[in-house]
């Protein structure tokens, strides 16, 4: 299944009303450097491109940018990493933004119920923790409250190491934003928000990855 | 979206009569144990046999076709005949006015291609017939308010409001077995056998508008077509409680994706979301399942999570506060004014705190007072009522031993015993005058059925739960499903 790149992912579900943080999608160093100066250092530099699905695996993200020569030289080098095969790239220029939480949300067709719509806890121990809900799209503001409740690790949700609690509806927005995604574009098949990451109690996608049918 | 309508459900359910096809003379074969089920139940309409030579089975007329058979008089076929031999004989039913099959008969959609083939004829014949064709492949059909027991296997179980479709046979013999054990009865019964023509959203569509039916329970492995099932079962819960098993719940493990989430995806884990979204009371185990359904069908929904344990001593008030704590019930703060009030009915040693531990502090009638001053608060939503048939315990141990009658052992034991009797009804009396649910646990309910508590709670009509953790459980699933529908308000 293709996959759409980050950028392209994020205005399809921004569309929807999935939140994101504000980027900017350059195509050169120097352009990079302007962008960072308009969001305000630290930054973050990621290429992106249609064919490159999996960054963090590449070395394709490159964090904590503090000053214009940093993000100059991370551009040049991840123009330079870019394979033939990548096809057409770009730089995507994102606030650096911190939060000790992590959450994970997304789409996933299942062979025997169809759409469905997921919240779990992120980060690197998703996987295992697999403290994760799922429901059929469409999902109604109800259901989306639901989802949050099911979570077993109710305490992340809660204030948490200096962070103020996480704002319950405004993660609600998140799940509700893919459930209308995916009922709006039918050759969505699976997407993901990977991290959620909870800035200031506040979820934003700062990755997004949507898989489209062939 | 009903497939069937409801009056082709009433066939099978409540039938005017009933012939069984393909009778035998032999006790061990389907065709003399089906026969003998429905008269040993007492099924009081017309009944009928059909074999290869006329005659009388268990004084029952049997003919040798079904063309002489009375016209109009009857609604339901049994079907124990080979499956070659079903398509003549529902024609010549279905000409008789017959409206209703339940095919015990294997050689289906279980045996091969052939069998495949056969049933979908069947199911093309049954809707040319306009007939409500239940199985193939299948135990039976029960229905105690018609006293009907139409099925291969026992039991026959009590008359209640729980209406069971299961995909497997055993689980309705399991789940009558706990109906015959607790008293806690049943409405419906059926095997969905190899459900060919009629399938479980099919039947609890219509135990959804069945008034004889308050609570459905459901045993399902595969779910063909997820969508319709989730469609269909979400209208079912909306009406009454549904709850369910899942076999195979663990068979579809984790899938290979390019998506973390479609990698975090398991059947089951969707399955478990779609049951949430659907308002599905979704149980681990059988014995779950039933506890669920019977609790539905005998206790009111609480109105809130704010449960109170009473109990006359302290192990078992500590172990239930623990089990309420893991679920998604609430131990309630005990109110200020409850204190005060159960302060003038406790000498100083009880508890002073939730779970009302009494101490041993009982006299005649506190039991009786303290529960109700509990359940009628109005910061309490629910209660568990543990000890009940300690004293008749003893009682059935002086009964049998050596000193019974003198020393004033049979003036205690009979106190013992109307006492634990008069509890397990206030208990039941306090629940239906106040609103709430109130469960009495104890494991005496298995261990010592007879014990006049437990005895006492199976006269009200409830359930006595085997455990503390087990009445958890239930309750846990009733506030659940509370809260399911007021969030839905």
Redesign the interface.
Known sequence: ?P?RSEADSKALLAAHGVAFPPEHKVATAEDAVAAAADLGFPVVVKLGGDRI?HKTERGLVRLSLGDADAVRQAAEDLLGAARPEDGEVHLLVAPMLQGNREL?????R?E???M?V?L?VGGIL??AV?D?????VP?SP??A???ID?LATQALLGPFRGEPAVDRSALAEVLLGLSRAAEADPTIV???L?PLLVVDGRPLAVDA?V?VAS | MTRHPDDAFRALFEPRGVVVAGVSTHPGKFGFVSLHNILASGYAGVLYGTAREAGEVLGVPVLDSVDALPDGEIDLVFVCTPAAANPDLLRACAAKGIRAAFIASAGYGEAGEEGQQMQADLVALADELGMLVAGPNGQGVVSPPARLCAQIVAPYPPEGRIGIASQSGNFISSFMNYAVQTGVGVSRAVSAGNAAHVSIPDYLDFYASDDATAVALAYVEGVPDGRAFFERTRAVAERKPLVLVKGGATAGGQRAAASHTGSLASDDRVFDGMCRQAGITRAATIEEAYEAAATFATQPLPRGPRTIVLTTAGGWGVVTADAIARSSLALATLPDDLRAALDEKLPPRWSRNNPVDLAGAETRDTIPEVMELIVGHPDVDAVIYLGLGIQSNQAALMRSGPFYPDHGLERIVDFHERQDARYARTAAELSERFDKPVLTATELAVTHPGNAGPAAVRETGRLCYPSANRAVTALDHLWRRARHLQARR
């Open positions: 299944m996959t699905a994970i949300a997304g789409l996933h299942d025997q119920f169809g469905t997921m779990g998703a996987e697999a994760v809900t799922f429901r059929l999902i109800v259901e409250a639901e989802m099911d699976a997407a993901d990977n990855l898989e």
